[in-house]
């Protein structure tokens, strides 16, 4: 139970940096930090399969987390790119 408990807790704590690196890398214009937070999401891909392998939970938890981590690649970019066309300045009408 505590092997499960620190993966998920890993899990979790990469999926937040994931998001943070990516904001960041856009905020900055860094494609180094971008790809920083590709490589983090790897690494929540690799916690995920080994909690989906080695973690004693029910088949319903493991179908959550690794359907959660599929969702999550294309939340940070989506969000930004809703925070960019909300952020546009208004076109005035013809």
């Keep these: 139970m505590l092997?499960?408990?620190l993966l998920l807790g890993l899990f979790v704590l990469l999926a937040g940096c994931y998001g943070?690196?990516?904001c960041i890398g856009r905020l900055r214009a860094n494609a180094r930090i971008?790809?920083?937070?590709?490589?983090?999401?790897g690494l929540q891909v690799i916690v995920a399969a080994a909690v989906v392998?080695?973690?004693p939970i029910g088949?319903?938890?493991k179908l959550l987390i690794a359907v959660s981590c599929a969702v999550y690649l294309p939340i940070p970019p989506?969000?930004?790119g809703y925070l960019e066309r909300l952020h546009q300045p208004a076109k005035p009408y013809p």
């Design 20 to 22: 943070v690196l990516y």
């Design 3 to 5: 092997m499960t408990s």
């Design 53 to 55: 392998l080695l973690a």
């Design 34 to 41: 971008i790809s920083a937070a590709y490589g983090v999401y």
């Design 59 to 61: 088949a319903w938890w």
């Design 78 to 80: 989506a969000t930004w």
